[in-house]
């Protein structure tokens, strides 16, 4: 087992590499090795050694970042798997019957970790996920969410006891402004706990670098027949499932310890498969956990300064709650009449249990203390909100007192104070009083309910809510003043529409804001309904919208029906997947498109029948759902999936469009020319300019294809383009633009520049009068229309470009269309195609101020050498015509870089400095093209000789190579720290840089400390030997603190016979599990027994390591 070890970690620390040299063929000769030695194991009933290497082993490839590895077919089916799933199986079966036999601690510790390699392979493939405050940090941190499982000493029961951790809980909410930090790592002058690891700040704002994979050779010598499964179907399986339901109703039924390791498995367990959409089996065990006992219990059990839910309360309170909210079941009615009257039952003691009694004189601190306690009471209301969004879900509350416990929620006026003052809705004071108002605001559409509120005296809560610096305060109080001020109320108007509209207010908060605003209700809301189900697509799913899509093109409805306000919506968020998930959808689209109501939406142009007149709410320019579903959503599914078939459909669909633009224009274009355009904008003219922008945006689209821009010289629409650009109305005496009308005229430029790659059609735009209107319409400051008017302008004379209006906002436009563009599988972004946009760059960065504004961009010479490192990222699947556009994209790339690399020392450096770039720009010097290689030469001498960027490439590699070599290597270190001859140290420790045996000698280190012992260890770095030699000179004690992996150092084993052969005194103990010291390792100790720190009574033998101290200080 122990050279199995030495093998593992060595493979982990080649994984956990930045550039990753391991192939498939060594891993599965590793796990061939496992498994051998599984199968060979003879079984000793005090031995745990198979399990022991299932925690080791899953503890660690659950960590690392395998990039493509583990998406092969021989790994996938490799029998390892195969004995974890088991292995899971047997351990969920042994704890329903905890109360007879109990776990042993390696049981829990493989229990636990094994669920969360399934977790990792299932759910993220083990692939590197984007941190939310930038690029994924290399450092591993010494404080976790979960407490230390291996550490026998700790007391799951105490509050005091002092847990160790590695990374931070993301569940802690609403702390105290005053409130000490949890564990916090003080950088003293003996601190031991720093990870051997490159730091990168993860509060920092890092940009990610252009990377290349490189395949391992041995991948083509593995080829298999193997299938390509997924290791949802090797885990996930219907007795894997069968179990896990009966471990959730062992939960429902027996109460465990808060800490126990089941309620963090079953709880990891249940997030996977609701985030893998496999729901229908779960809803009963979870629906019984939510009726039992246990869950108004919990809330009983959150103590004062809690600061985060232990895994019971966090499971009952949190994970069961947030799983039926989330997703919607066949058996929904039944879930309301199941879960409903409990909920409602239970809500007044969780009321009581955690806000102050009627008469009891608070203030903002008491919220302070009780902070996750108001979370998990925001939790309980959230689940309440989502069972009045249905008519059989409210008639439950008017059998109640609801509204009286949510009038006393909204009367405690500290609480609503400090939900004013904040502006996040994490902080739970904003939570509880946003969702009491829409719990209010639901119930209200029931008329008995309805006048119940009008009684209630509102308007003083309202009053309170104006200072509310948080949207979602703002959003909620808002919208039901303005349901409560109606006479009556409409319960056709039902609280979905909320949903809608709190998306949509928020989507417009965050357009004209700019700012970053925390979303967590409205993803509550508007992502439950959209991404958590079709993140996961099925061809269920698929074929039943599929249906539902073809039944609208042959079906009529209301305009306002709700079939196509569900239909737009599914369709909308499946248009956001891989094509090649849903290509299937693309016929039923196109069926609604090449059907009677499309061109009969533009005849007759109906509204959204809103009856509540929140501004929030009038959206999409007003247009009825009918309207939004045949002019937005189906031609913006079209948009993004047609690639492989544009040219056919364009031959057939973008033909009969250019036949329904006549119809068109004949009964829109009026509202925007002559002296209808001067008259002010109402509600049907706005969504009739809206209905008119989204055809011109699907003529832009079908203008791409060169058959269909021939197709335009025989028709009209160019000039009453032109009509719509040259009109006197269009400015206003401001120089300003009507909102309603800056669509159309966004994609009336995007038209006329698309159209112009045909010559003869720009032949005929250069006759026209548009070049005099791009001169007038530069000066907007819409950045699209700004955009748009230079690149006509230099399409139609490229001697402009001395003449640029705002060249900052232009090139921070260019930056936004190229970064853009170059994602996207066909080069292009809002109907601009990369190549012509960079083509007519070139031109631009003649312009000195221009070309000084984008170097200066903060992404701007990165987005543009992306541009140059295009061909060589899809070259792979591309065709010969891709590949042609991928070279227009490269020469103009290198042109523009050649022109950047003229501005300052800055531009260099940041071009010197991407590897990608650099490979590129040699590799060019061998092309084909003159030119290329011309620039190429070019950017060369700007940033020094070929050979000195070659050798300067070959040093950098060799020195990533030391770099790694130094993090990675078991005996190197970071820092040094000399011995100071000054402080009388007690005792000098020695230790290995293994991650597990650090962890007991922190927890040995601090405890010497606090005893008052002078502690010396060796700082990590390259001359550790040579500072320990110093440390055993002065004959100090030395506390080693041996395992496998110090025998396996060797320079933990020449600092302890440097201190043998010096006579200095040697305290040996032990900090691996079942470590027995053997061979030259004894021989040094010179026979002495070692003390053991591995075993529960740690303090006890603590003790004796302080008496052997005592003993060599008596001695000294």
């Known amino acids: 087992m122990d050279l199995l070890l030495l093998k593992h970690l060595s493979l982990i620390r080649r994984l956990r590499r930045e550039h990753s040299t391991v192939t498939v063929a060594e891993i599965k000769l590793f796990f061939d090795n496992i498994v051998s030695y599984i199968k060979n194991l003879i079984y000793k009933n005090e031995k745990n050694d198979c399990l022991d290497l299932l925690t080791i082993i899953c503890d660690d490839l659950a960590s690392v970042h395998t990039l493509r590895l583990f998406e092969n077919s021989f790994l996938i089916n490799h029998p390892i798997f195969i004995y974890i799933r088991r292995t899971l199986e047997m351990f969920l079966v042994k704890s329903n019957h905890l109360q007879s036999i109990p776990m042993t601690k390696c049981e829990e510790n493989c229990f636990y970790t094994i669920s969360y390699l399934i977790s990792q392979l299932c759910l993220y493939r083990n692939e590197t996920i984007e941190s939310f405050y930038g690029a994924i940090s290399n450092e591993t941190f010494p404080i976790t969410d979960k407490i230390n499982i291996r550490d026998e000493t700790i007391n799951e029961n105490s509050r005091k006891s002092n847990l160790i951790a590695n990374k931070p809980n993301l569940k802690v909410t609403c702390l105290s402004p005053n409130v000490s930090k949890s564990r916090p790592i003080e950088e003293i002058e003996f601190d031991i706990t720093k990870i051997p690891q490159k730091r990168k700040f993860p509060v920092q704002m890092i940009s990610s670098p252009i990377k290349t994979i490189v395949e391992p050779a041995t991948l083509s010598l593995l080829s298999s027949d193997l299938p390509l499964k997924k290791y949802q179907k090797i885990f996930l399986t219907e007795t894997?499932?069968?179990?896990?339901?009966?471990?959730?109703?062992?939960?429902?039924?027996?109460?465990?310890?808060?800490?126990?390791?089941?309620?963090?498995?079953?709880?990891?367990?249940?997030?996977?498969?609701?985030?893998?959409?496999?729901?229908?089996?779960?809803?009963?065990?979870?629906?019984?956990?939510?009726?039992?006992?246990?869950?108004?219990?919990?809330?009983?059990?959150?103590?004062?300064?809690?600061?985060?839910?232990?895994?019971?309360?966090?499971?009952?309170?949190?994970?069961?709650?947030?799983?039926?909210?989330?997703?919607?079941?066949?058996?929904?009615?039944?879930?309301?009449?199941?879960?409903?009257?409990?909920?409602?039952?239970?809500?007044?003691?969780?009321?009581?249990?955690?806000?102050?009694?009627?008469?009891?004189?608070?203030?903002?601190?008491?919220?302070?203390?009780?902070?996750?306690?108001?979370?998990?009471?925001?939790?309980?209301?959230?689940?309440?909100?989502?069972?009045?969004?249905?008519?059989?879900?409210?008639?439950?509350?008017?059998?109640?007192?609801?509204?009286?416990?949510?009038?006393?929620?909204?009367?405690?006026?500290?609480?609503?104070?400090?939900?004013?003052?904040?502006?996040?809705?994490?902080?739970?004071?904003?939570?509880?009083?946003?969702?009491?108002?829409?719990?209010?605001?639901?119930?209200?559409?029931?008329?008995?309910?309805?006048?119940?509120?009008?009684?209630?005296?509102?308007?003083?809560?309202?009053?309170?809510?104006?200072?509310?610096?948080?949207?979602?305060?703002?959003?909620?109080?808002?919208?039901?003043?303005?349901?409560?001020?109606?006479?009556?109320?409409?319960?056709?108007?039902?609280?979905?529409?909320?949903?809608?509209?709190?998306?949509?207010?928020?989507?417009?908060?965050?357009?004209?804001?700019?700012?970053?605003?925390?979303?967590?209700?409205?993803?509550?809301?508007?992502?439950?309904?959209?991404?958590?189900?079709?993140?996961?697509?099925?061809?269920?799913?698929?074929?039943?919208?599929?249906?539902?899509?073809?039944?609208?093109?042959?079906?009529?409805?209301?305009?306002?029906?709700?079939?196509?306000?569900?239909?737009?919506?599914?369709?909308?968020?499946?248009?956001?997947?891989?094509?090649?998930?849903?290509?299937?959808?693309?016929?039923?689209?196109?069926?609604?498109?090449?059907?009677?109501?499309?061109?009969?939406?533009?005849?007759?142009?109906?509204?959204?029948?809103?009856?509540?007149?929140?501004?929030?709410?009038?959206?999409?320019?007003?247009?009825?759902?009918?309207?939004?579903?045949?002019?937005?959503?189906?031609?913006?599914?079209?948009?993004?999936?047609?690639?492989?078939?544009?040219?056919?459909?364009?031959?057939?669909?973008?033909?009969?469009?250019?036949?329904?633009?006549?119809?068109?224009?004949?009964?829109?274009?009026?509202?925007?020319?002559?002296?209808?355009?001067?008259?002010?904008?109402?509600?049907?003219?706005?969504?009739?300019?809206?209905?008119?922008?989204?055809?011109?945006?699907?003529?832009?689209?079908?203008?791409?294809?060169?058959?269909?821009?021939?197709?335009?010289?025989?028709?009209?629409?160019?000039?009453?383009?032109?009509?719509?650009?040259?009109?006197?109305?269009?400015?206003?005496?401001?120089?300003?633009?009507?909102?309603?009308?800056?669509?159309?005229?966004?994609?009336?430029?995007?038209?006329?520049?698309?159209?112009?790659?045909?010559?003869?059609?720009?032949?005929?735009?250069?006759?026209?009068?548009?070049?005099?209107?791009?001169?007038?319409?530069?000066?907007?400051?819409?950045?699209?229309?700004?955009?748009?008017?230079?690149?006509?302008?230099?399409?139609?004379?490229?001697?402009?470009?001395?003449?640029?209006?705002?060249?900052?906002?232009?090139?921070?436009?260019?930056?936004?269309?190229?970064?853009?563009?170059?994602?996207?599988?066909?080069?292009?972004?809002?109907?601009?195609?990369?190549?012509?946009?960079?083509?007519?760059?070139?031109?631009?960065?003649?312009?000195?101020?221009?070309?000084?504004?984008?170097?200066?961009?903060?992404?701007?010479?990165?987005?543009?050498?992306?541009?140059?490192?295009?061909?060589?990222?899809?070259?792979?699947?591309?065709?010969?015509?891709?590949?042609e556009i991928f070279k227009k994209i490269q020469q103009s790339a290198v042109f523009i870089i050649w022109k950047l690399s003229f501005y300052g020392p800055t531009t260099s450096t940041k071009l010197k400095s991407n590897d990608l770039f650099i490979e590129q720009i040699l590799m060019l010097l061998n092309g084909s093209s003159k030119k290329s290689i011309q620039h190429a030469k070019a950017i060369i001498w700007r940033l020094g000789s070929e050979e000195m960027i070659r050798l300067e490439q070959i040093h950098k590699k060799k020195h990533q190579r030391q770099n790694q070599e130094d993090i990675t290597g078991d005996d190197q270190f970071l820092s040094t720290d000399e011995w100071d001859e000054s402080i009388p140290y007690d005792v000098v420790i020695s230790y290995s840089n293994n991650v597990h045996d650090k962890i007991l000698t922190i927890k040995i280190y601090n405890r010497l400390l606090s005893r008052g012992y002078r502690v010396y260890s060796e700082k990590q770095g390259k001359h550790r030997l040579e500072l320990m030699k110093k440390a055993i000179g002065k004959r100090k004690p030395i506390l080693a603190c041996l395992s496998s992996a110090y025998r396996a150092s060797k320079v933990c084993m020449a600092e302890v016979e440097y201190a043998n052969k010096n006579s200095s005194p040697i305290i040996p103990v032990i900090v691996e599990v079942k470590y027995k010291i053997q061979g030259w390792l004894k021989h040094i100790i010179g026979g002495k027994n070692p003390i053991d720190l591995t075993q529960k009574n740690f303090n006890d033998e603590l003790l004796e390591v302080l008496e052997e101290i005592e003993k060599t200080k008596s001695l000294d």
């Not at 520049?753 to 000066?779: A, E, P, Q, V, W």
């Not at 090139?811 to 269309?817: L, Q, R």
């Open 240 to 883: 894997f499932l069968t179990k896990l339901i009966r471990a959730i109703d062992d939960l429902s039924q027996n109460e465990y310890s808060p800490y126990h390791v089941k309620y963090k498995v079953i709880d990891r367990l249940v997030r996977l498969y609701s985030k893998l959409n496999i729901i229908d089996t779960l809803i009963d065990p979870i629906v019984k956990c939510l009726c039992s006992k246990f869950y108004q219990q919990i809330f009983t059990t959150i103590e004062s300064e809690q600061f985060r839910l232990n895994p019971k309360q966090l499971f009952f309170i949190y994970q069961c709650s947030h799983f039926i909210i989330q997703h919607e079941f066949p058996q929904q009615e039944q879930i309301i009449n199941l879960l409903c009257p409990t909920m409602i039952h239970v809500t007044k003691s969780i009321i009581e249990n955690i806000l102050p009694m009627d008469g009891d004189e608070v203030d903002s601190t008491y919220y302070y203390d009780r902070g996750i306690a108001l979370h998990a009471l925001s939790c309980h209301l959230e689940l309440l909100n989502h069972f009045s969004l249905t008519s059989s879900g409210r008639r439950y509350f008017k059998q109640s007192n609801i509204i009286d416990q949510m009038m006393n929620i909204l009367q405690h006026n500290c609480l609503i104070d400090n939900a004013c003052e904040n502006k996040e809705l994490f902080h739970a004071d904003i939570s509880i009083i946003a969702y009491s108002c829409m719990l209010l605001y639901n119930l209200a559409y029931e008329k008995q309910i309805f006048s119940i509120l009008k009684q209630k005296n509102l308007q003083n809560i309202f009053s309170k809510l104006q200072s509310s610096k948080d949207n979602t305060l703002q959003f909620v109080y808002k919208t039901l003043s303005t349901i409560l001020s109606h006479d009556d109320i409409d319960e056709e108007n039902e609280p979905m529409k909320l949903k809608k509209a709190y998306a949509e207010y928020f989507e417009k908060i965050i357009i004209e804001s700019k700012h970053k605003i925390t979303l967590s209700v409205l993803k509550n809301i508007k992502e439950r309904d959209d991404n958590v189900k079709l993140r996961f697509l099925n061809e269920t799913y698929l074929t039943n919208l599929s249906r539902d899509i073809e039944h609208l093109s042959t079906t009529k409805y209301p305009s306002n029906a709700l079939k196509y306000k569900n239909v737009a919506r599914r369709v909308r968020v499946v248009a956001k997947q891989e094509t090649k998930e849903v290509e299937s959808l693309l016929d039923s689209v196109l069926e609604c498109l090449n059907s009677k109501f499309y061109l009969e939406v533009f005849e007759k142009i109906d509204l959204n029948k809103t009856k509540v007149t929140s501004r929030a709410m009038l959206t999409n320019c007003g247009l009825a759902a009918k309207h939004i579903f045949f002019m937005r959503e189906c031609p913006e599914f079209l948009f993004r999936h047609d690639y492989e078939q544009r040219k056919d459909i364009a031959n057939s669909l973008g033909k009969k469009m250019l036949e329904y633009t006549k119809t068109i224009f004949e009964q829109h274009l009026s509202i925007l020319i002559g002296d209808e355009g001067k008259e002010n904008v109402d509600e049907t003219k706005a969504a009739r300019m809206a209905a008119l922008s989204y055809h011109i945006k699907i003529l832009n689209h079908f203008s791409l294809i060169r058959s269909i821009r021939n197709e335009f010289l025989s028709l009209p629409i160019i000039n009453q383009i032109l009509l719509i650009l040259q009109d006197q109305s269009l400015i206003d005496s401001n120089g300003r633009i009507a909102d309603a009308k800056i669509e159309v005229v966004e994609q009336a430029l995007i038209l006329l520049y698309n159209l112009g790659m045909n010559n003869d059609i720009l032949s005929m735009l250069r006759t026209k009068d548009i070049f005099n209107i791009c001169l007038k319409l530069r000066l907007s400051k819409d950045k699209i229309i700004h955009f748009m008017s230079h690149f006509l302008l230099i399409m139609l004379n490229t001697n402009v470009y001395d003449d640029i209006y705002d060249p900052h906002l232009l090139s921070k436009t260019c930056i936004e269309y190229i970064d853009k563009s170059v994602k996207e599988p066909r080069q292009l972004y809002q109907g601009i195609k990369l190549h012509r946009l960079l083509k007519h760059l070139e031109i631009i960065v003649q312009n000195d101020t221009f070309n000084e504004s984008l170097a200066e961009e903060k992404e701007g010479i990165s987005v543009i050498t992306k541009c140059i490192c295009v061909k060589t990222l899809d070259e792979k699947n591309s065709d010969d015509q891709k590949q």
